[in-house]
């Protein structure tokens, strides 16, 4: 009798104390979800059952780089005609790989027993290689380093597959300009650049840059070698290590502008001021970095406007901290070195958030030097996703002078201007 009231009061046991559940539990099976299709025997066969498959399948093709390819569909025969044309507008349209890499994808159907076997053909106009080279980015600082190692390197191309991207060819031409003026060692040439985003819109793009250049490779190397000459021997002829502080800052300017001075119409690079007789500001500006960054000085080059058209100059660490240097303007006035207030005061207004405060903005005064928007107005942008701030280029002007339509390179034609006094800009200028 014992024995049988001893199962009972188990199980009893265990209804009160909550393990019921251990009895009575419900399983549910998970399985991985695959995006990919599934291919049946070889790689080049594949299986789709829905739309969203046969869109799979073709990315798969396209990804893969192959000319052509089977799907076998199972989908009610009267929607496999509507499916595959809206499945390759998307592939070829609205997909960033299909955008950019394919030319056309063409079709053919053929019913069997219980699926459509579709023969799938694709040709490209991207080659495997430019394909495989594309890389991806999300942020300014991330865009930007990419443009720096293809201008360094003197790339004829870059395509950048970019997360979250809604800016325009513009916002890529400045990031461009900041790549190239951070590097002024081997700026020697910024190139012509055409820039085409795939698609048109969507949350993922690749943003493809062609760069022409105005100089043969061959060229372009022997002049950063040229430049790093001509500066190591300016460094020690002009004893530049010799000087500290606030003067040996004075002396690189003094030096930069003996070289030739500032030409509104010049070229715009270090290789320009330094040994071509002179630049534009941008060139100064480099020019100045490039020194400094060889006496180990902590300097950067300021981009931004002034009175709307294109401007450069430096940000350097003085005395009293880190100051503004135009080289535009005369060494002999007073103030040489400006603060945020006073650089906005001659007309500059640049993006605070890419550059060091300079100096303490006057008491009741609010931020200075914002940057522009295309209609030459300041404001505070939101950053971008990824914490970078938004740059807003400044509007392209209809050419001449420099301005923002300006693309640093070569002197304007016609020779060089006259050697201009710095302080005393060109009518227009």
Same mark, same amino acid.
């Given at each position: 009798?014992?024995?049988?009231?001893?199962?009972?009061?188990?199980?009893?046991?265990?209804?009160?104390?909550?393990?019921?559940?251990?009895?009575?539990?419900?399983?549910?099976?998970?399985?991985?979800?695959?995006?990919?299709?599934?291919?049946?025997?070889?790689?080049?066969?594949?299986?789709?059952?829905?739309?969203?498959?046969?869109?799979?399948?073709?990315?798969?093709?396209?990804?893969?780089?192959?000319?052509?390819?089977?799907?076998?569909?199972?989908?009610?025969?009267?929607?496999?005609?509507?499916?595959?044309?809206?499945?390759?507008?998307?592939?070829?349209?609205?997909?960033?790989?299909?955008?950019?890499?394919?030319?056309?994808?063409?079709?053919?159907?053929?019913?069997?027993?219980?699926?459509?076997?579709?023969?799938?053909?694709?040709?490209?106009?991207?080659?495997?290689?430019?394909?495989?080279?594309?890389?991806?980015?999300?942020?300014?600082?991330?865009?930007?380093?990419?443009?720096?190692?293809?201008?360094?390197?003197?790339?004829?191309?870059?395509?950048?597959?970019?997360?979250?991207?809604?800016?325009?060819?513009?916002?890529?031409?400045?990031?461009?300009?900041?790549?190239?003026?951070?590097?002024?060692?081997?700026?020697?040439?910024?190139?012509?650049?055409?820039?085409?985003?795939?698609?048109?819109?969507?949350?993922?793009?690749?943003?493809?840059?062609?760069?022409?250049?105005?100089?043969?490779?061959?060229?372009?190397?022997?002049?950063?070698?040229?430049?790093?000459?001509?500066?190591?021997?300016?460094?020690?002829?002009?004893?530049?290590?010799?000087?500290?502080?606030?003067?040996?800052?004075?002396?690189?300017?003094?030096?930069?502008?003996?070289?030739?001075?500032?030409?509104?119409?010049?070229?715009?690079?270090?290789?320009?001021?330094?040994?071509?007789?002179?630049?534009?500001?941008?060139?100064?500006?480099?020019?100045?970095?490039?020194?400094?960054?060889?006496?180990?000085?902590?300097?950067?080059?300021?981009?931004?406007?002034?009175?709307?058209?294109?401007?450069?100059?430096?940000?350097?660490?003085?005395?009293?901290?880190?100051?503004?240097?135009?080289?535009?303007?005369?060494?002999?006035?007073?103030?040489?070195?400006?603060?945020?207030?006073?650089?906005?005061?001659?007309?500059?207004?640049?993006?605070?958030?890419?550059?060091?405060?300079?100096?303490?903005?006057?008491?009741?005064?609010?931020?200075?030097?914002?940057?522009?928007?295309?209609?030459? +107005?300041?404001?505070? /942008?939101?950053? @971008?996703? %990824?914490?970078? !701030? =938004?740059?807003? #280029?400044?509007?392209?002007? $209809? *050419?001449?002078?420099?301005?923002?339509? +300006?693309?640093?390179? /070569?002197?304007? @034609?016609? %020779?060089?201007? !006259? =050697?201009?006094? #710095?302080?005393?800009?060109? $009518? *227009?200028?």
């Amino acid at each position: 009798m014992r024995a049988r009231i001893l199962p009972v009061c188990l199980a009893a046991s265990l209804l009160l104390s909550g393990c019921a559940s251990l009895l009575n539990r419900q399983y549910v099976e998970v399985t991985a979800h695959n995006a990919a299709p599934m291919a049946e025997g070889d790689l080049s066969t594949l299986r789709a059952e829905s739309y969203q498959e046969l869109v799979n399948a073709l990315l798969y093709l396209v990804t893969s780089g192959a000319e052509e390819g089977t799907i076998r569909l199972y989908l009610k025969s009267e929607d496999v005609a509507q499916n595959l044309e809206d499945a390759c507008l998307e592939v070829d349209q609205e997909d960033p790989l299909g955008a950019y890499a394919v030319d056309n994808i063409r079709y053919s159907v053929s019913p069997l027993v219980t699926y459509q076997e579709v023969k799938v053909e694709i040709t490209y106009r991207r080659s495997r290689e430019q394909v495989a080279s594309i890389t991806s980015a999300t942020g300014a600082t991330a865009i930007r380093n990419a443009l720096e190692k293809a201008l360094q390197e003197f790339s004829g191309e870059l395509a950048i597959r970019i997360s979250y991207f809604d800016r325009d060819e513009a916002y890529i031409r400045w990031l461009c300009r900041e790549a190239f003026c951070a590097n002024p060692e081997t700026s020697v040439d910024m190139p012509e650049l055409t820039v085409s985003i795939y698609p048109d819109s969507g949350r993922q793009r690749i943003v493809e840059v062609l760069l022409a250049y105005h100089q043969e490779r061959e060229e372009l190397e022997s002049r950063v070698e040229r430049l790093g000459n001509r500066a190591r021997d300016l460094e020690e002829n002009r004893r530049l290590a010799e000087y500290a502080g606030d003067e040996q800052l004075l002396e690189i300017a003094r030096t930069v502008l003996a070289q030739g001075g500032w030409k509104p119409q010049g070229g715009s690079t270090a290789y320009h001021a330094l040994m071509e007789r002179g630049a534009d500001s941008q060139g100064l500006a480099l020019a100045v970095a490039l020194l400094c960054q060889d006496l180990e000085l902590p300097c950067q080059v300021a981009i931004g406007t002034q009175n709307g058209e294109l401007h450069c100059w430096n940000v350097v660490q003085t005395e009293s901290g880190w100051m503004h240097l135009d080289l535009t303007r005369s060494l002999d006035q007073e103030t040489i070195f400006l603060s945020d207030a006073q650089m906005t005061e001659t007309g500059c207004v640049w993006n605070t958030d890419t550059l060091p405060r300079c100096g303490m903005p006057a008491e009741g005064e609010g931020e200075t030097g914002t940057e522009p928007d295309e209609t030459g +107005q300041t404001g505070t /942008e939101e950053p @971008e996703a %990824g914490g970078e !701030p =938004a740059i807003q #280029p400044p509007g392209e002007p $209809e *050419g001449g002078g420099e301005t923002a339509a +300006q693309v640093p390179g /070569e002197a304007a @034609e016609g %020779g060089e201007p !006259p =050697a201009q006094t #710095p302080g005393a800009p060109a $009518e *227009g200028a």
